[in-house]
C-alpha cells in the first residue's frame, strides 16, 4: 500500500507552460505539505495545509497555488513555468499534534524540468 | 531564519568503517528528526530526539540530541552498502509551528565493499 503517492513522477515541460502535480495520501493524515528540494539537494518547505485549510505559506511566486479538495489530497498547481522551477517537488503529510506532528511522511517525488 | 549546517558534506567510506554525521545550529529546537533519503525516492524518517542529551539508537545508528537541543549526531557503526544515501536533519523550531519543519544541509553518504 502507498501511504503518500505523487502523479506524475516526471514531468517535463517548456517554459511557459502550466502544469500541475497531484497528491494523495491514505494514512488519515491532517496535515500535508509542498516541499521543493534543488540540485543541492536542499528540502525547502513551500505550503502546508491542515485539514483543507493553508496553515503555511512561505515566500514562493504566486505562480504556484496549491488546492487541498480534501484532507487526503493536496495539488500544486504552476502557472507560467520558468527555468529555475526545475526541481524536485515532494508531497508530505503528518498526524497533527503530539510528538507525531512532527514526523513527516513523504511521497516519492515529480522530478520537473523546464525547458 | 534558522539554519541547521550538516557536516560532512560528502564522506565515501569502506564496508565495516564508523562513521559520525553532525548537525549543529545557533537556533534552540523542540525536536530533531533524521531522515535517509534514497535516489530518486522521498526522505524517509528515521528517528525523532525529543529532550536534550536523549540518545536512541537504532540497530546500527545511534542518534544523539545536544543538551542545548541546538545540535544533533549521528553515528553509525560497521557501515554497509545499504547505509547508503542523503541523511537529512531537520529541526521544530520552539514556539513555532510544530510542523514547520527546517531540513539541515544534508550528508550524502556512500558505502563501498
Known amino acids: 500500500d502507498t501511504a503518500v503517492s505523487q502523479t506524475p513522477k516526471y514531468l517535463v515541460t517548456q517554459m511557459g507552460n502550466d502544469k500541475s502535480i497531484k497528491c494523495e495520501q491514505n494514512l488519515g493524515h491532517d496535515t500535508m505539505y509542498w516541499y521543493k528540494q534543488d540540485s543541492k539537494k536542499f528540502l525547502k518547505i513551500m505550503f502546508s495545509?491542515?485539514?483543507?485549510?493553508?496553515?503555511i505559506n512561505e515566500t514562493v511566486p504566486n505562480r504556484f497555488s496549491p488546492k487541498s479538495p480534501d484532507k487526503a489530497h493536496l495539488n500544486l498547481h504552476i502557472n507560467s513555468l520558468e527555468l529555475g522551477d526545475s526541481a524536485v517537488y515532494f508531497c508530505?503529510?503528518?498526524?497533527?499534534?503530539?510528538?507525531?506532528?512532527?514526523?513527516?511522511?513523504f511521497g516519492p517525488g515529480t522530478r520537473l524540468t523546464v525547458t | 531564519t534558522q539554519l541547521l549546517e550538516q557536516s560532512p558534506q560528502f564522506l565515501s567510506i569502506q564496508e565495516g568503517e564508523n562513521l559520525t554525521v553532525y548537525c549543529n545550529s545557533s537556533s534552540v529546537f523542540s525536536s530533531l528528526q533524521w531522515y535517509r533519503q534514497e535516489p530518486g525516492e522521498g526522505p524517509v524518517l528515521l528517528v525523532t530526539v525529543v529532550t536534550g542529551g536523549e540518545v536512541k539508537k537504532l540497530k546500527r545508528l545511534t542518534f544523539q540530541f545536544g543538551d542545548a537541543r541546538k545540535d544533533s549526531s549521528l553515528h553509525i557503526t560497521a557501515a554497509q552498502p545499504g547505509d547508503t544515501g542523503l541523511y537529512l536533519c531537520a529541526g521544530a523550531p520552539r514556539g513555532g509551528t510544530a510542523s514547520k519543519l527546517t531540513f539541515g544541509t544534508g550528508t550524502r553518504l556512500q558505502v563501498t565493499l
Open positions: 508530505a503529510s503528518s498526524r497533527v499534534g503530539g510528538a507525531s506532528s512532527y514526523e513527516q511522511y
Open positions: 495545509y491542515n485539514n483543507k485549510e493553508l496553515i
